[in-house]
């Protein structure tokens, strides 16, 4: 084989693999917390500063958080009927992919109970669900209309269940943080426990001097091969730290996702970058969200400075759910989480309890580290005295939104 061919390879298996590591990391923190398999996690209150097992977590809703095993037959998945409430339950492969979301948009508000296959079952039927691969997580999320509604909102939560085989958890993997040789070894595994599609074979082909489908032996490669593996996955980590959910252009300040959002395709690279930088987004017609543009590198702002975030009356998001704007401190690494602040709030939205419109009927939401004064505390947006992120969520975004006819606002340094 060519050195620069095992290099190529390097690059892209580390690319197609991170997120079926993401996934497993996930389910194996679950597991140290005592969650079994084919049974929800309910998280009953909503995340804040010390909620770091998912990068990019939200304010707005309740967590129900279940991995599924089909390889011993299938699970039934109850879902509460929620009325007006939004509630979504994402199901995605191992590597990712949304490949359903079941709820308010898709099975409407009366709950109901569904059948959920891996890839090989013998199933049909109006609420019948195959997946594409028999690891599966299943992530649930339960509005929160403001403190006066977590009781209810946890009522609906207690509602979502699920009835399977018991099985055992797989075993822990290695980490993305891993040196290539266990990473590899982890993609191995993963891969031959949850076989890749047909449309895959051309990338599959491309990372074939690896072996990994074959069983992963990194002793059989020279230092000379070494070196070049070695100098794929150093590309292949610089590449997805510039990713994540939305793209690397700017509008009037704010990022986009792409349309292929929860449902990859064959974009690996921006695959690996969501599953970094924004692990289980919704596809877009569920929920859109945008970044915004900061005045620091990798598009960071500075909480020692204020920024104004205006909208003028006619200009909220068009949502048929809701909206938020979410805060969060940056790692090195890529990943983003809430920080702590003297309101513990973590997002601001139009459900926000409080918040204070002008006469006219525009908002203007007041974002830094610095108490913006007793006039605008009620719209004020906590940041870190450091660099920081923004993020805007809208939940079943209008034609408009997903058009692109809508823009946001830009964000205004003071």
Request: glycine share 10%; aromatic share 10%; proline share 8%.
């Amino acid at each position: 084989m060519a050195e620069t061919d095992l290099k190529t390879a390097a690059t892209e298996a580390w690319l197609y693999g991170l997120p079926l590591v993401e996934i497993a990391t996930t389910r194996s923190r679950g597991q140290s917390l005592g969650q079994s398999m084919n049974a929800f996690a309910h998280v009953r209150n909503l995340a804040n500063h010390k909620h770091r097992a998912v990068t990019t977590p939200n304010n707005d809703t309740l967590y129900s958080s279940a991995h599924l095993d089909l390889s011993a037959g299938p699970v039934t998945i109850t879902l509460p009927a929620a009325g007006e409430r939004y509630l979504s339950l994402q199901l995605m492969d191992a590597y990712t992919n949304s490949f359903a979301v079941l709820g308010t948009r898709t099975t409407g508000p009366n709950g109901g109970t569904f059948t959920l296959v891996g890839p090989t079952e013998a199933a049909e039927g109006p609420r019948v669900v195959r997946a594409p691969t028999n690891h599966v997580w299943a992530l649930a999320r339960i509005l929160v209309d403001g403190p006066h509604d977590l009781e209810a909102a946890r009522g609906v939560q207690a509602g979502v269940s699920i009835q399977g085989p018991a099985v055992e958890a797989p075993p822990a993997v290695a980490q993305r943080s891993a040196p290539w040789p266990e990473f590899f070894a982890a993609v191995s595994t993963l891969m031959r426990l949850n076989p890749p599609p047909a449309t895959d074979l051309a990338v599959l082909e491309r990372m074939a001097p690896l072996g990994l489908l074959e069983g992963f032996d990194p002793s059989r490669f020279s230092a000379a091969e070494i070196a070049e593996i070695e100098e794929g996955v150093a590309e292949a980590r610089k590449a997805v730290r510039r990713g994540g959910i939305t793209g690397p252009n700017y509008i009037e300040g704010w990022s986009y996702p792409s349309s292929k959002l929860g449902d990859f395709g064959q974009d690996y690279r921006y695959r690996a970058g969501v599953a970094l930088g924004g692990l289980a987004a919704l596809p877009v017609v569920e929920a859109t969200y945008m970044r915004g543009e900061g005045d620091l590198p990798r598009a960071l702002y500075d909480g020692n400075r204020a920024y104004r975030l205006h909208f003028a009356a006619d200009r909220l998001p068009p949502v048929n759910s809701f909206w938020s704007l979410s805060l969060y401190e940056a790692t090195e690494d890529g990943q983003f989480f809430f920080t702590d602040n003297p309101l513990d709030r973590y997002a601001i939205g139009d459900r926000t309890e409080g918040l204070t419109y002008n006469d006219d009927g525009s908002l203007d939401i007041w974002i830094g580290h610095a108490d913006p004064g007793e006039g605008r505390r009620a719209n004020w947006l906590p940041a870190p005295a450091g660099p920081f992120a923004l993020f805007m969520r809208t939940y079943l975004p209008k034609p408009e939104l997903l058009d692109g006819v809508y823009r946001l606002p830009p964000v205004e340094a003071l």
